[in-house]
């Protein structure tokens, strides 16, 4: 290594000290390698390397950094650096570690995904968003973007159109979800802690691992980072999955009383027709509109979740609490319109781009967050109460 390299390492290292206050900033040659170990606070002792002509390129544009109230991003004239969160396959980060996810644009900006932030190592540091279990660079990944020059910059609107563009190409060729994140540390809530070790305790020493069935697998895909209306459409593929069950359930249930009558053996002509009536209302049961229904209170406490449900919906009720003494036709009122409330939401997703027509009973964009809390819990519940079923009622459906 050159002197001349060595003093790029050494003026970055006293920008960052000085004139950043990062007082716990290292930087050191690597003597065997043309780059240097950056080490910034709480970082591992190994130190994270870069080569010494992209360190030439940080320290070029250093005194323009810019931070942001929202911690979503660092840049300079000429470089942003804005977090994402990725998930994908284990060779993920292998393949972001050896640089190859990168594209250059025909208008000569290079936008690539990289680990180990460096600008966004600085912002955590001088924000002081790390402790010993969220480093302030090596815990990040981020996209960045470096243009030609300070005048060729895109608006925000448009940085990030761009970014959905790039990984628009990633998600296709290598299955990649992405959002995008922020290095603001989060909040340690002692007594959130406190809740999460006994439920952890819990978990490991009084509740047993379950015969698996495939409703845990939809579950567990509903629990991924997804956009509210995409985790809604996920929890209710269980209530579709599931509300077959519980439709056929109370079919054999009802033919098992009718072939336990006295007129089983003198039957006549109304008795017969009784059984077609009874294979109508199965019929009806399994229509798209009716078929969650027959799950809501039959297959989790509807009276233990209901204030989970979004305030909205507990006007469209017109049912501010529901408990267990409420009369069986104000239970049956809500079993029946919140299903419907369930359905047309369902609709109103999968439509949406079609001119979908209102049916009065869709639950609004912005309250399905605190509808996925309730859908989260009664899925949950649903997929135990499957479980707990006697094995001649565990009746087999397609996925």
């Given at each position: 290594?050159?002197?001349?390299?060595?003093?790029?390492?050494?003026?970055?290292?006293?920008?960052?000290?000085?004139?950043?206050?990062?007082?716990?900033?290292?930087?050191?040659?690597?003597?065997?390698?043309?780059?240097?170990?950056?080490?910034?606070?709480?970082?591992?002792?190994?130190?994270?390397?870069?080569?010494?002509?992209?360190?030439?390129?940080?320290l070029n544009e250093i005194s323009s950094l810019k931070f942001y109230d929202d911690y979503s991003k660092v840049t300079t004239d000429s470089i942003t650096q804005k977090v994402i969160q990725i998930s994908s396959n284990k060779n993920l980060n292998h393949l972001i570690s050896l640089g190859v996810f990168w594209k250059e644009t025909p208008e000569g900006f290079m936008i690539k995904?990289?680990?180990?932030?460096?600008?966004?190592?600085?912002?955590?540091?001088?924000?002081?968003?790390?402790?010993?279990?969220?480093?302030?660079?090596?815990?990040?990944?981020?996209?960045?973007?470096?243009?030609?020059?300070?005048?060729?910059?895109?608006?925000?609107?448009?940085?990030?159109?761009?970014?959905?563009?790039?990984?628009?190409?990633?998600?296709?060729?290598?299955?990649?979800?992405?959002?995008?994140?922020?290095?603001?540390?989060?909040?340690?809530?002692?007594?959130?802690?406190?809740?999460?070790?006994?439920?952890?305790?819990?978990?490991?020493?009084?509740?047993?691992?379950?015969?698996?069935?495939?409703?845990?697998?939809?579950?567990?895909?509903?629990?991924?980072?997804?956009?509210?209306?995409?985790?809604?459409?996920?929890?209710?593929?269980?209530?579709?999955?599931?509300?077959?069950?519980?439709?056929?359930?109370?079919?054999?249930?009802?033919?098992?009383?009718?072939?336990?009558?006295?007129?089983?053996?003198?039957?006549?002509?109304?008795?017969?027709?009784?059984?077609?009536?009874?294979?109508?209302?199965?019929?009806?049961?399994?229509?798209?509109?009716?078929?969650?229904?027959?799950?809501?209170?039959?297959?989790?406490d509807l009276v233990d979740l209901y204030d989970e449900l979004p305030k909205s919906i507990h006007k469209k009720l017109k049912q501010n609490e529901l408990k267990y003494n409420s009369k069986a036709e104000t239970k049956d009122k809500i079993i029946n319109e919140l299903g419907m409330a369930l359905y047309q939401t369902r609709n109103s997703i999968v439509h949406a781009k079609s001119?979908?027509?209102?049916?009065?009973?869709?639950?609004?964009?912005?309250?399905?967050?605190?509808?996925?809390?309730?859908?989260?819990?009664?899925?949950?519940?649903?997929?135990?109460?499957?479980?707990?079923?006697?094995?001649?009622?565990?009746?087999?459906?397609?996925?």
């Amino acid at each position: 290594m050159t002197q001349q390299e060595k003093r790029i390492g050494e003026d970055f290292k006293n920008y960052l000290r000085k004139e950043l206050k990062i007082e716990d900033f290292d930087c050191r040659c690597n003597k065997t390698h043309n780059s240097f170990y950056i080490y910034f606070p709480n970082e591992d002792l190994e130190g994270i390397e870069y080569e010494a002509e992209n360190l030439q390129i940080y320290l070029n544009e250093i005194s323009s950094l810019k931070f942001y109230d929202d911690y979503s991003k660092v840049t300079t004239d000429s470089i942003t650096q804005k977090v994402i969160q990725i998930s994908s396959n284990k060779n993920l980060n292998h393949l972001i570690s050896l640089g190859v996810f990168w594209k250059e644009t025909p208008e000569g900006f290079m936008i690539k995904i990289i680990d180990d932030p460096l600008l966004i190592g600085i912002g955590a540091s001088i924000s002081e968003n790390y402790d010993h279990y969220t480093p302030p660079c090596s815990s990040h990944l981020a996209i960045e973007i470096i243009y030609p020059d300070s005048n060729s910059r895109l608006s925000d609107l448009k940085e990030d159109e761009l970014i959905k563009i790039f990984m628009f190409e990633l998600s296709h060729a290598h299955n990649i979800s992405f959002e995008f994140s922020t290095y603001k540390l989060k909040e340690y809530d002692l007594d959130d802690a406190k809740i999460d070790f006994m439920q952890a305790s819990d978990f490991v020493y009084n509740i047993p691992l379950e015969d698996y069935n495939y409703g845990m697998e939809l579950f567990i895909n509903a629990n991924q980072r997804l956009s509210s209306d995409l985790q809604f459409m996920s929890y209710y593929k269980i209530f579709e999955y599931f509300a077959p069950i519980q439709a056929r359930i109370e079919a054999f249930q009802s033919m098992k009383l009718k072939l336990s009558s006295s007129k089983v053996y003198n039957h006549d002509a109304n008795f017969i027709s009784s059984i077609f009536d009874l294979a109508r209302n199965y019929d009806h049961s399994i229509k798209d509109s009716e078929l969650v229904k027959s799950l809501i209170n039959s297959a989790f406490d509807l009276v233990d979740l209901y204030d989970e449900l979004p305030k909205s919906i507990h006007k469209k009720l017109k049912q501010n609490e529901l408990k267990y003494n409420s009369k069986a036709e104000t239970k049956d009122k809500i079993i029946n319109e919140l299903g419907m409330a369930l359905y047309q939401t369902r609709n109103s997703i999968v439509h949406a781009k079609s001119n979908y027509d209102s049916k009065g009973y869709e639950v609004d964009l912005n309250d399905l967050p605190q509808l996925n809390k309730f859908m989260h819990k009664a899925c949950f519940s649903i997929i135990k109460w499957y479980v707990s079923l006697p094995k001649h009622l565990k009746i087999n459906i397609d996925k």
